[in-house]
């Protein structure tokens, strides 16, 4: 797996002295970037000159939901009354097809963990907690040495790493919480908000991994330096996890607003012609070729699409790998993923992978209105986004592979159907059976 | 024969609340089942299921609350109110009298925590509640201990009529109405309540329908029938 | 301010009762789950909803106070039954 970026004035910014080092020690680190800067404390009743900077550079988070950074920072700040507040950084990282907070972490801990103690001493929290998916125990090594490491830098805000279990809906905010409050790690329903009453019922920051690497660069050379790469809307660099087939798939570094082909071009090029694109994830959006070409990576030109780029996923997908087959795993997959506390959620998702496996299978002529009626039924139903999303990734898949679908409810399946998966699934086997129901009821 | 004043209308009352009260918490078990397992009928809708479990619940309760008075009120057996809700601290069979009262405060505790559900929150409220299902065999145990009845044959239908009711119901739940739970959970309940049913089976004969229950299960001397002026070698009760 | 009823999706156990006792507001979906209407309630329907609340055996249905033209945390799909009832 690769580590680069497009060869783009001003990159590479997060990625910086990991093509030379590998892995930035906390020396290298050094040597790179630069010591943090000693911001001083808010005073009382003033916040932080950091949270302006955040806000003038106009970061926004990294984790999907694209939020504004500063925002937040002010809620946290705002709910603070007497009690010291959290920070908490989020690499769980639960999307398969994403590595950008993985490979972030293992190469550059160090920027990660100085955003993290920047935004602390800015919102005046009284510890950081690192979320790392239990189920990558090399970043957890990496993650934990790096912390260690930072001992002589005699910071006064105690971290600690936290290892958070594997899986799509256990890194939601709201899940996050929960299980470093002891609970399960599963999303509750909204309110009250996190940075109001987080973990231990204190304000909470929750921000990406990638997010506090941010305000680490901002807080060393300012918004101007920031806004130097990007869109208006969405300045500043982003990681994005290239998959599918190109000569050399991996994370990159990007500005926003960088497009599609040069991306790919930097990655060597396609191996073979393109279908289609998935951007955002396995709750984003599909876009098909014939309007990928033109497309350039940020939010303003992927609307209009029903796309956004969300926590950095481009998967492309090849002409050899059957779009079919492909939606149903990943439907399926999804429908295994729900935490499995609401009906709409449980039941309706698996209704429709069944639905479409029948459909892709030419058990059941047209599945397209049924597709419809079951999304109407449960969109907006869960207590989280993953139902939502998921129906969004079906609902796009119907959509722009419409003469697939068509030609494989008519005639079953196609050659391609069996054929090595393209998008990428943690140990998923196709023709599982759906999990149990038991256990629906609390 | 001849009825007596206040004394033998209190001692019919309190056996007769009694009956109703193991009648009525039975029924208020099985519809508790039949809520849980989601049953309804387009004559039986969900929400008046639900409601018939509340009320007849709370009827449960009144009854009670009559059978203890009456028993208290009535001057053949010396119980008193204290007695009456602190269990084994009766002279009068003080075990078998004091599982109807830890019956009794388990279903108070139940209906407490029912009626300040919203305040308590959920979890707590479902904790209590499983304790609903200890009451209902302690006060079948009461009434077939302290009950001088046992030996007619109307009291040991109702009992044993009742007991078919609640393990059927308890079947019932553990075969669909318990999600989330290990077979091994659910064997065991099975198992305690043929258990139950097999202890009363085996003890039922040689304890209260055996011979001088009334003396074996702490009924104080001077209330017990006098044998002595009967003709001699045989005994009466 | 206007009250709106909502249901709590993870206390929800698809007991049923809401849709028995306010079924102008409420219809369940295939899997006995409720769709509730999240607009703004009918006088004439506000104790038909606070029955509906009590019987909730999960606590499940929430009737809340919302400032006029707040909006709702997410959008509620329209029934297809919305005549009131007398």
């Known amino acids: 797996m690769s580590v680069a970026t497009p060869t783009l004035a001003g990159l590479p910014r997060l990625l910086a002295g990991v093509a030379e080092h590998g892995s930035l020690d906390l020396v290298a680190h050094l040597d790179v970037h630069g010591p943090a800067p000693e911001l001083p404390a808010p005073g009382r009743g003033r916040h932080s000159a950091l949270i302006d900077e955040v806000e003038a550079a106009g970061l926004r988070g990294r984790g999907g939901a694209g939020y504004p950074t500063a925002l937040k920072m002010h809620a946290v700040t705002a709910a603070r009354g007497r009690r010291r507040t959290m920070v908490v950084v989020n690499a769980a990282e639960g999307e398969p097809a994403s590595l950008k907070d993985r490979t972030l972490l293992e190469s550059t801990p160090h920027l990660v963990l100085d955003g993290a103690a920047l935004a602390a001493r800015a919102v005046a929290a009284g510890e950081i907690v690192v979320c790392v998916g239990e189920d990558t125990p090399e970043v957890l090594a990496t993650v934990s040495a790096a912390a260690a490491e930072r001992n002589r830098l005699r910071e006064r805000i105690p971290m600690r790493i936290a290892a958070v279990p594997g899986g799509y809906v256990a890194g939601q905010e709201s899940a996050i919480v929960n299980h470093l409050d002891g609970r399960a790690a599963k999303p509750r329903h909204t309110p009250p908000m996190i940075f109001e009453r987080g973990v231990g019922g204190r304000p909470t920051l929750l921000s990406n991994a990638e997010t506090f690497a941010h305000v680490a660069q901002i807080a060393r050379h300012g918004a101007g330096w920031f806004r130097g790469l990007g869109t208006a809307e969405h300045p500043g660099s982003t990681l994005v996890t290239l998959g599918g087939p190109v000569v050399a798939p991996g994370v990159y570094e990007i500005g926003h607003g960088t497009s599609l082909r040069s991306l790919v071009d930097a990655a060597g090029g396609l191996t073979e012609s393109l279908r289609a694109v998935l951007i955002g994830g396995y709750s984003g959006t599909w876009i098909g070729a014939s309007q990928a070409g033109d497309l350039t990576l940020d939010d303003g030109c992927l609307a209009p699409h029903g796309a956004s780029t969300g926590a950095g996923v481009v998967a492309l997908l090849g002409e050899s790998a059957c779009p079919v087959a492909e939606t149903v795993r990943v439907a399926s997959w999804l429908a295994d993923e729900s935490a499995g506390q609401c009906g709409p959620c449980i039941f309706g998702l698996d209704a429709v992978a069944g639905r479409l496996d029948e459909w892709a299978a030419g058990l059941a002529g047209d599945g397209r209105e049924e597709q419809l009626r079951l999304a109407s039924v449960i969109r907006g139903r869960g207590a989280c986004r993953h139902p939502d999303g998921a129906l969004r990734f079906v609902a796009s898949a119907i959509r722009v592979f419409a003469a697939e679908f068509a030609d494989h409810g008519s005639r079953g399946p196609c050659g391609a159907c069996t054929a090595a998966p393209s998008l990428p699934l943690p140990g998923y086997e196709r023709g599982s059976p759906t999990p149990a129901l038991a256990g629906a009821w609390r | 024969m001849s009825v007596l004043a206040s004394t033998t209308a209190y001692w019919y009352l309190t056996r007769a609340t009694g009956a109703v009260a193991l009648l009525l918490a039975t029924a208020t078990l099985a519809l508790g089942v039949l809520d849980l397992r989601r049953w309804a009928t387009p004559a039986w809708p969900r929400f008046v299921v639900d409601e018939l479990h509340r009320n007849l619940a709370l009827l449960t309760l009144v009854f009670l609350v009559g059978h203890i008075l009456t028993s208290v009120l009535d001057s053949f057996a010396p119980i008193s109110i204290t007695a009456a809700v602190i269990p084994f601290t009766s002279s009068y069979r003080p075990f078998w009298l004091g599982l109807g009262a830890l019956s009794f405060d388990l279903l108070v505790a139940v209906t407490i925590t029912s009626l300040l559900r919203r305040r308590i929150g959920f979890a707590t409220w479902r904790a209590v509640h499983w304790l609903s299902y200890a009451a209902w065999p302690i006060a079948l145990l009461h009434g077939l201990g302290t009950g001088s009845d046992v030996k007619s044959g109307w009291l040991l239908t109702l009992s044993i009529a009742c007991l078919v009711v609640v393990l059927a119901c308890v079947l019932a739940r553990v075969a669909a109405g318990w999600p989330g739970v290990t077979p091994r959970l659910r064997g065991a309940a099975v198992a305690g309540a043929g258990g139950f049913a097999l202890f009363l089976v085996l003890w039922l004969p040689g304890g209260p329908l055996g011979s001088e229950w009334a003396r074996r299960s702490g009924t104080p001397k001077n209330l017990l029938p006098k044998t002595k002026r009967t003709v001699q070698g045989s005994e009466r009760k | ?86």
């Open chain 3, 1 to 86: 301010m206007s009250r709106h009823l909502r249901v709590d999706p993870i206390a929800c156990e698809a007991h049923g009762m809401c849709a028995e006792l306010l079924p102008e507001l409420v219809e369940l979906d295939e899997w006995g789950y409720p769709i509730v209407d999240g607009r703004a309630l009918a006088p004439e329907l506000v104790e038909h909803a606070q029955r509906a609340v009590r019987a909730c055996p999960t606590f499940a249905l929430l009737v809340e106070q919302r400032a006029a033209h707040a909006h709702p945390s997410r959008p509620r799909p329209q029934p297809k039954n919305s005549s009131a009832v007398s």
